[in-house]
């Protein structure tokens, strides 16, 4: 095969060929780098007391507590790695694709509520009316089941709830008060 049938479509030596992953963001690929540097210099380390061990050299002892302290930083460094990159992906809003549809519906929705708090017509979600007299501690007593089947022959024809009432949870625990950027578990969107 000579070097004219190995050249590309516009008759360059050099092709670039699209791969398949993107490339890693700069602190993560900074983070790696320094993970798989702090590696290699631990299995030095490491290989340097074996052979001295080996040896019987004075250095045997202070080479092994260098590996031992070089596995703690490598374990450190890999860790760091795995924060980095999951720090990036929090902050910058990678998207990936099983989720991206439900990111972008929650985006219309979001638009929808603020378009509708806009126009004055009031919460976009309407709250279920209460329904249960009793006191406020009390759990809600369980609607009767429908059917001849279900209810005993001694059972009273009236129910203390109505069967189409629906159980409502207890009000929830006002929280912190968080910007209006910030979902329910405090994080940025």
Known sequence: MGTAERRGPGGELWVEEPVGTRRLPDPVRTAAVRAVILGSLT????????????????LAFPMVLASVGGTVVSTWGVLDVWVTRQVWNQRHGVVSTPRSTARRLRKERRQARRQARRSGSGSARA??????????????????ASGPASAPASAPAAASVPAAAPAVAPAPVPGPARSPREDAAGIRV
């Open 43 to 58: 299995l030095i380390a490491t290989t340097v007391a074996f052979f001295c061990t080996v040896a019987g050299s004075s």
């Open 127 to 144: 709250r279920p009316a209460k329904a249960s007299t009793s006191s406020p501690g009390a759990a809600p007593a369980p609607a009767p």
